[in-house]
């Protein structure tokens, strides 16, 4: 079962605009990370965030964690070519005896349009 | 350079041939998984191990066996592949404190086709 889960699953702008990305996700986490996937390649980490934790920022990058309502969000601001790729966030929890799981939801495919 | 090996990178194989997908990191991980990638069904954990000799099944375990015998290398076995394990495999490695996890390390991937 996916514990997290993006919206939306495609997004389309144009260069310059800001991009925001949400994931939702359904249990207790100890964390929340996003990462960035380009085609066909390896995932590279973006952020972490923890759980007692309700913003970070690096760079242009800000995510925001809301445990209340079980959902965090990435943004992205003044976006370029270069941020076209696909956006997953991953959740740790702990799931009892079977101790702790890193879920990854469906990804965003964001494209950014020159 | 820290970093997290997969070999071999792309592999073409017969329904039934047995077959091992290498995994290496260099970062003294504890925590190592395997995940496969499918189009429109994102990552799914296979199997993760928290430190040597402590694996557990993820998601999608069925057809799988891994080992972790040293705790840089975490071997991905396939004993009688089938084509619907035709996908895009990545392993990760991260610290483990208390059990959580942390920043996950890719590696660049592999793609596996069973015929």
């Known amino acids: 079962s996916q514990q997290g889960e993006e919206d939306p699953q495609a997004l389309s702008i144009q260069e310059g605009e800001n991009a925001t990305m949400n994931c939702s996700y359904k249990?207790?986490?100890?964390?929340l990370q996003w990462y960035r996937q380009n085609s066909g390649r390896g995932l590279v980490h973006l952020i972490l965030?923890?759980?007692?934790?309700r913003e970070k920022h690096s760079g242009r990058l800000r995510v925001t964690l809301d445990t209340s309502k079980k959902s965090s969000s990435l943004l992205i601001t003044a976006s370029r070519a270069a941020d076209t790729a696909s956006y997953f966030c991953?959740?740790?929890?702990?799931?009892?005896?079977?101790?702790?799981?890193?879920?990854f939801g469906g990804g965003t495919r964001l494209m950014v349009k020159p | 350079e820290a970093q997290v090996t997969q070999n071999p990178r792309y592999l073409i194989t017969v329904t039934g041939k047995k077959l091992t997908v290498t995994c290496s990191q260099n970062?003294?991980?504890?925590?190592m998984s395997w995940y496969r990638q499918d189009p429109g069904l994102g990552l799914r954990q296979i199997y993760y191990?928290?430190?040597?000799?402590?694996?557990d099944k993820g998601d999608v375990p069925e057809g799988y066996k891994v080992s972790r015998k040293e705790k840089r290398n975490f071997p991905l076995i396939l004993e009688s592949p089938s084509p619907n394990q035709t996908s895009l495999y990545f392993c990760?490695?991260?610290?483990?404190?208390?059990?959580?996890?942390?920043?996950?390390?890719f590696g660049p991937g592999t793609r596996l086709t069973v015929l």
């Open positions: 990760a490695s991260s610290f483990s404190i208390s059990g959580v996890t942390d920043t996950q390390y």
């Open positions: 249990t207790s986490i100890n964390n």
């Open positions: 965030i923890r759980s007692n934790e």
């Open positions: 991953a959740t740790d929890a702990t799931w009892g005896d079977a101790g702790n799981m890193l879920t």
């Open positions: 970062m003294n991980h504890e925590y």
């Open positions: 191990s928290m430190n040597v000799e402590a694996t």
